[in-house]
């Protein structure tokens, strides 16, 4: 069972950073694909990156490519996102997520609020 903890969220003006952080404990993290999902006030939940277990290969949607960067250190149970250059459209609740290679994503973490205003 692996829980996961988001981190970093907050408020920013357009233009701004964050970096999000989910620390993961109970299981064996570097096994584990990760990746980062996001929903707005009355839109379902869509997803935003993933990254493999080495963290070799990674994903992201059209929407933020080039602008999000996912990454992960093993050594510490954590995978991060990078948000530059926001959006109001980044406003959401930002949740990351566990799967075993080849699954669904089995285990989410509590969400943390990103508020970009314009």
């Known amino acids: 069972q692996v829980q996961l903890v988001e981190s970093g969220g907050g408020l920013v003006q357009a233009g701004g950073s964050l970096r999000l952080s989910c620390a993961a404990s109970g299981g064996t993290f570097s096994m584990y694909y990760l990746g980062w999902f996001r929903q707005a006030p009355g839109k379902e939940r869509e997803f935003v990156a993933t990254?493999?277990?080495?963290?070799?290969?990674?994903s992201y949607a059209d929407p933020v490519k080039g602008r999000f960067t996912i990454s992960r250190d093993n050594a510490k149970n954590t995978v991060y996102l990078q948000l530059n250059t926001l959006k109001p459209e980044d406003t959401a609740v930002y949740y990351c997520?566990?799967?075993?290679?080849?699954?669904?994503?089995?285990?989410w973490g509590q969400g943390t609020q990103v508020t970009v205003s314009s």
């Open positions: 990254i493999s277990s080495s963290g070799i290969t990674t």
């Open positions: 997520a566990a799967k075993r290679p080849g699954g669904p994503y089995s285990y």
